[in-house]
């Protein structure tokens, strides 16, 4: 990842931004700071603002109230053309009626003030990875959806502007590309020292590309850190909600707390053990106190299937069992929702359906005390 200096002024600076429309607030009082040099994702569920405040940016909107300042001169009012910006949305812009080549060449000569061709190993490598080498004399009419949209983002990376606003860019590309085009983005960035905001909804994606991931959500700022410290230290149950695949896991005893299901770690639960055992827990590698306070869930397996590399378990925690004959290891559990837990193949082989089972887990997400929304 790159390191911005602290030193210079941020690419981006908003303060207190607003707007309305009519009497709908769409951002109330953003603040968010993109550094110089910085690749930093603003992530939020669908209407939550993101391209409203990237319009903002842009110069394409005004906005109601607030300031933003970019490279620490005041643009609030600067118009769109001479902020310095490149700008790709969701629907591909391009010029029509020159072909792909024009359109690449066209971008370059912004950077180098002058018409000259395509040149350098890494504009060549963005065409291949973004799989236009054999497009190039072909106008944009010709292309797919998806190749417009390559070739937009390629015309905003060799336009080289000091800032660029990427607004879910990937979004319609087919699996395989993305990946791949990921890896490139975010190599031309670093090495061309570029400002970037980038929105998405993928928090897979954020946490891949990003230095740091500001999350939005209703027009406000969550929270804004680095991957790590979102994933591991979240503010609040949306935050929290939006990192990991399957969602957290949300109980309330003995008190509210969240648990990522693909952090859980199945053992066996035999039945002379009503609780976890010393043994239990020597052989997943934590002391008893550990094993005892890790221990999240006990149930019976409801189903077991096979989605692409893992294996899913629906644990049902609803259901009354007995271990044994002695009617003290009998176990009603209150009901709630039926955990999915993903782990690799080799880990689960031993459960079958209607089998009991117990999950463990190290990293056990708890909340502010005010911070619960």
């Known amino acids: 990842m790159t390191s911005p200096s602290t030193l210079d002024p941020p690419a981006i600076d908003c303060k207190?931004?607003?707007?309305?429309?009519?009497?709908?607030?769409?951002?109330?009082?953003?603040?968010?700071?993109?550094?110089?040099?910085?690749?930093?994702?603003?992530?939020?569920?669908?209407?939550?603002?993101k391209s409203t405040l990237l319009r903002l940016i842009a110069g394409l909107e005004a906005s109601t109230a607030g300031s933003i300042e970019l490279f620490?001169?005041?643009?609030?009012?600067t118009?769109?053309?001479?902020?310095?910006?490149?700008?790709?949305?969701?629907?591909?812009?391009?010029?029509?009626?020159?072909?792909?080549?024009?359109?690449?060449?066209?971008?370059?000569?912004?950077?180098?003030?002058?018409?000259?061709?395509?040149?350098?190993?890494?504009?060549?490598?963005?065409?291949?990875?973004?799989?236009?080498?054999t497009k190039l004399h072909l106008k944009p009419p010709q292309l797919s959806g998806g190749q417009q949209q390559r070739l937009a983002i390629l015309r905003a990376l060799l336009s080289q502007r000091p800032l660029l606003l990427l607004d879910e860019p990937l979004a319609h590309?087919?699996?395989?590309?993305?990946?791949?085009?990921?890896?490139?983005?975010?190599?031309?960035?670093?090495?061309?020292?570029?400002?970037?905001?980038?929105?998405?909804?993928?928090?897979q994606e954020a946490s891949e590309l990003a230095d740091r991931i500001t999350v939005i959500d209703q027009g406000h700022m969550l929270q804004s850190g680095s991957p790590t410290e979102l994933y591991r230290s979240p503010n609040c149950r949306t935050v929290a909600e939006l990192f990991g695949r399957p969602c957290i896991?949300?109980?309330?005893?003995?008190?509210?707390?969240?648990?990522?299901?693909?952090?859980?770690?199945?053992?066996?639960?035999?039945?002379?053990?009503?609780?976890?055992?010393?043994?239990?827990?020597?052989?997943?590698?934590l002391t008893h106190i550990e094993a005892e306070r890790a221990v999240i869930a006990r149930g019976i397996i409801r189903s077991i299937r096979q989605i692409e590399s893992s294996l899913w378990i629906e644990l049902d925690t609803g259901s009354d069992f007995t271990l044994g004959s002695n009617p003290r290891k009998t176990h009603s559990l209150a009901a709630q929702s039926?955990?999915?837990?993903?782990?690799?193949?080799?880990?689960?082989?031993?459960?079958?359906?209607?089998?009991?089972?117990?999950?463990?887990?190290?990293?056990?997400?708890e909340l502010p005390a005010r911070s619960t929304n």
């Open 79 to 133: 118009p769109a053309h001479l902020r310095r910006i490149a700008y790709v949305t969701q629907s591909a812009s391009t010029y029509d009626h020159l072909s792909v080549a024009e359109n690449l060449q066209s971008a370059s000569a912004l950077a180098q003030k002058g018409s000259l061709p395509i040149r350098t190993s890494l504009e060549s490598e963005l065409i291949d990875a973004f799989e236009l080498r």
């Open 16 to 49: 207190g931004l607003s707007f309305r429309v009519g009497n709908v607030s769409i951002l109330d009082q953003v603040d968010l700071v993109v550094r110089a040099g910085e690749f930093h994702a603003l992530l939020g569920p669908s209407g939550s603002g």
């Open 173 to 203: 590309l087919q699996e395989s590309l993305k990946h791949p085009i990921r890896q490139v983005l975010h190599r031309w960035i670093t090495q061309n020292s570029i400002a970037c905001l980038y929105v998405t909804h993928d928090s």
């Open 72 to 77: 620490g001169a005041n643009a609030t009012s």
């Open 338 to 365: 039926m955990p999915t837990i993903v782990r690799p193949t080799n880990e689960i082989s031993q459960f079958a359906v209607g089998e009991l089972a117990a999950f463990i887990n190290r990293s056990i997400i």
């Open 249 to 285: 896991e949300w109980f309330s005893i003995p008190h509210p707390m969240g648990l990522r299901p693909q952090d859980w770690i199945p053992i066996t639960f035999r039945e002379e053990l009503a609780d976890l055992s010393i043994a239990e827990g020597t052989a997943t590698g």
